[in-house]
């Protein structure tokens, strides 16, 4: 052994040791960034801190919020149960928002730790490029963006990556012996499944990991610990599925696409539209997906520079999804059916895609890396060539990938970009909460569209003034159906004033004002942002 290998072997760190230290950055890099906002700006951070709250005050798991304190059937419980748990240590609202986004940042330190090792363990990537992947997936802009708001994403990511340690060790790589035809040991399959189970309690699109170990145990013939996975995963689900399933009907039918489950909230749009209206979200989300990625891997650069971004993406993906197969076919099976969900889902893709953004640069890093080891072979000189053309456009390709990742970086740092949505959507919220503050009378039920920060901030019991569904991302709002929801809302439930933050609540109301026998009449339609209505007698 020479002396520089000695050196080498003396300094070399244990995994876990490297691992806590990416983790502990990242940890610095998150606290650092975490800013107070109002609750609310988000809409689904309100409901997430309202649930919270209820577990915490043994109320159950019920929408405070919401006339008659209906059961919640929307939101799995995963990130719920762990606000109620903080709730209790600092019940004072809300200065308690502070330790809920450093208890995001403290899993997403976390989740920079797994990430590393699973990069490094499973996808069998150098130190350097173990802990060069993990901090781009944690440390930068997307992730830290959702863990400085009170959303469900920094602990499905920190679930996600356990479920996805533990199941690639019981899946095994192609170079692990297992311990019989079965697959290996009882217990790390009935933990890997109960993980698995566990990321569709926090996030339900999560849910897909669970078919991805399944078939990667049954493709690496482990038919036991497939059995034990999917049965593990099963009884954890299964209470929550239990549950939506009896207490659904509890809502009222004009607050089920807000608030109701999510079954019914998706079919009920395919019967109406058909097969067609998942081609159109599809074709609609991937002409989202790209602009996305080409802001984030070429910003400000001229278009066809973004284009070169783009598919030198899609061949680092397909790269780094066949290294994956082979490594750590749970991830690249999860990352697969992810995506196919995304594109799907009728609903704005970019919050999905910053959710599993680790899972992207951990599929970008295997191709990366992939491509870099590449020594191409061949038995003529012309066919050898080529292949080194090849090797030197997709080294180039990747290059491209990585400079553009990192001077978004460097803008989102000038310009605080994780910052940017909650500061803008603070401002906006504190003129109605400042309204109502000074309204401490006005009557009755509030119907309007951000009806949870208002129970959070002043104590109002209020309802949605129009309803969500899945129809109007891809088929535009109407003002008559707007304005026929919020009549049916006013019929059912003892509203007394419709405080409207946004243009369709807005303008339903200022319909119904001046309708023949009016519903509403105007309050106050002065003030900037946001409009309000009193209930009429009729």
Not at 48 to 75: E, F, K, W
Not at 126 to 132: G, S, Y
Not at 295 to 318: D, E, N, T, Y
Request: overall charge positive; hydrophobic content about 55%; glycine content about 10%.
């Amino acid at each position: 052994m020479t002396a520089a290998a000695a050196r080498r072997e003396v300094v070399a760190l244990p995994p876990w040791v490297a691992a806590v230290a990416v983790g502990v950055v990242t940890l610095v890099v998150a606290m650092s960034v975490v800013r107070p906002y109002v609750i609310g700006a988000f809409h689904d951070d309100a409901i997430y801190v309202i649930l919270g709250r209820a577990l915490a005050t043994g109320a159950g798991y019920r929408y405070l919020h919401l006339p008659g304190a209906p059961s919640a059937t929307h939101y799995p419980p995963g990130y719920p149960a762990l606000l109620a748990i903080l709730w209790r240590l600092a019940p004072q609202f809300p200065d308690n928002v502070m330790l809920f986004e450093r208890a995001n940042a403290c899993l997403l330190g976390a989740s920079a730790a797994m990430a590393y090792l699973l990069a490094h363990r499973r996808l069998g990537m150098t130190a350097p490029w173990a802990a060069a992947v993990a901090f781009i997936g944690t440390a930068t802009v997307p992730p830290l963006a959702l863990a400085t708001i009170v959303l469900s994403e920094s602990l499905f990511l920190a679930v996600l990556l356990a479920a996805l340690l533990v199941t690639e060790g019981v899946v095994g790589g192609p170079r692990e012996p297992t311990a019989g035809p079965g697959g290996g040991g009882v217990m790390p399959a009935v933990l890997a499944g109960a993980l698995c189970g566990a990321v569709a309690l926090v996030r339900t699109v999560g849910i897909v990991v669970v078919p991805a170990a399944i078939v990667a145990c049954l493709i690496r013939r482990r038919p036991r610990a497939a059995l034990l996975v999917g049965a593990a995963a099963l009884a954890v689900l299964l209470p929550w599925q239990l549950w939506v399933w009896r207490h659904t009907g509890e809502l009222a039918p004009v607050l089920q696409g807000e608030y109701g489950s999510y079954s019914g909230w998706l079919s009920g749009a395919l019967g109406r539209h058909g097969p067609g209206f998942a081609f159109s979200t599809a074709r609609q989300n991937m002409s989202d997906i790209v602009t996305m990625l080409e802001v984030q891997f070429a910003p400000q650069l001229p278009l066809w520079v973004k284009r070169i971004a783009i598919v030198s993406c899609a061949m680092l993906v397909g790269v780094g999804l066949i290294r994956m197969a082979r490594v750590a076919p749970v991830t690249a099976g999860f990352a697969v059916l992810y995506a196919g969900e995304v594109v799907f889902w009728p609903f704005p893709p970019f919050r999905f895609v910053w959710a599993a953004w680790l899972i992207l640069v951990l599929v970008l890093g295997a191709g990366a890396v992939g491509v870099w080891e590449w020594r191409p072979h061949a038995r003529t000189a012309a066919r050898l060539r080529g292949l080194r053309v090849a090797r030197a456009f997709a080294v180039g390709g990747a290059v491209v990938v990585g400079c553009g990742i990192g001077w978004y970086n460097v803008l989102g740092v000038r310009g605080h970009w994780w910052n940017t949505m909650q500061e803008s959507l603070s401002v906006k919220m504190t003129v109605p909460l400042a309204w109502l503050a000074s309204h401490p009378t006005l009557p009755g039920v509030v119907a309007s569209d951000q009806e949870p920060a208002f129970y959070l901030y002043a104590g109002r019991t209020g309802v949605p003034c129009n309803s969500f569904t899945p129809d109007e991302y891809i088929y535009p709002r109407d003002t008559a159906r707007d304005r026929a929801v919020l009549d049916l809302v006013l019929r059912r439930f003892p509203v007394g004033a419709v405080v409207a933050t946004g243009p369709a609540c807005g303008l339903a109301a200022l319909r119904l004002s001046q309708s023949r026998s009016p519903a509403l009449v105007p309050v106050d339609t002065l003030t900037a942002g946001f409009a309000v209505f009193a209930r009429t007698t009729r």
